[in-house]
């Protein structure tokens, strides 16, 4: 079985900040790592995703993630926050290929609050 | 546009009157699946449909139903809805997992929102 854990619920942080948002796993066997946002009053929206290759994941608006295999996380950052980043964010994990389901398991998500 | 399709967006019943929340993909993708969002739970997975007429359950199940006669469609069904399935609902679709790496990424719709009274 996987699960999914996101350390912080809530990050409040100043506009041109920087933010990490840290999301550990725990899995029996190797799987696709992915982030995605949730900006207010919307569906989700995929921010990056590590599926093999180099650990250092490079998504939209500035976002770049870190697989590290022996720490078993998949943290989130990005060097100077906007206004516009406010929004909720979903660490998720999905097991090898052709494993049934394609199921997505996700962490509980951590808001992001962006202070001018 | 590729795009999920959720209807309604929003919806207040009441305890026992069944209700259908649609989803439509223009992606021809193979895969769809239904998930729920509660606060601090993040999104746990309901059913999932690999194919036509291919359906099976995911984590919590219990008080849902769905059909795949289409592929395009994959509408979640609440026969008698009660209060706990108050809830922020979301359908994904992606191509067949395993067909690629990049198979295993999720399109999601909108949301609808559900509140059971």
């Known amino acids: 079985a996987q699960s999914v854990t996101q350390l912080d619920s809530q990050v409040p942080v100043f506009e041109e900040a920087p933010v990490e948002l840290r999301c550990n796993y725990s899995?029996?066997?190797?799987?696709?790592l992915f982030w995605y946002v949730q900006y207010p009053n919307q569906g989700l929206q995929l921010l990056l995703k590590?599926?093999?290759?180099?650990?250092l994941v490079k998504g939209i608006n500035g976002f770049e993630a870190e697989f590290n295999k022996s720490q078993t996380s998949f943290h989130l950052r990005k060097p100077s926050v906007h206004i516009s980043d406010t929004a909720e964010y979903f660490c998720?994990?999905?097991?090898?290929?052709?494993?049934?389901?394609?199921?997505?398991?996700f962490g509980g998500g951590t808001r992001v609050l962006v202070k001018p | 546009e590729a795009q999920v399709t959720q209807n309604p967006r929003y919806l207040i019943t009441v305890t026992g009157k069944k209700l259908t929340v649609t989803c439509s993909q223009n992606?021809?993708?193979?895969?769809m699946s239904w998930y729920r969002q509660d606060p601090g739970l993040g999104l746990r997975q309901i059913y999932y449909?690999?194919?036509?007429?291919?359906?099976d359950k995911g984590d919590v199940p219990e008080g849902y139903k769905v059909s795949r006669k289409e592929k395009r469609n994959f509408p979640l069904i609440l026969e008698s809805p009660s209060p706990n399935q108050t809830s922020l609902y979301f359908c994904?679709?992606?191509?067949?997992?395993?067909?690629?790496?990049?198979?295993?990424?999720?399109?999601f719709g909108a949301g609808s929102r559900l509140t059971v009274l």
């Open positions: 899995s029996s066997v190797s799987v696709y």
């Open positions: 449909s690999m194919n036509v007429e291919v359906t």
């Open positions: 992606m021809n993708h193979e895969y």
């Open positions: 590590y599926l093999s290759g180099s650990t």
């Open positions: 994904a679709s992606s191509l067949l997992p395993g067909t690629y790496s990049g198979a295993n990424v999720l399109t």
């Open positions: 998720a994990v999905s097991g090898p290929p052709k494993a049934a389901g394609n199921k997505l398991t």
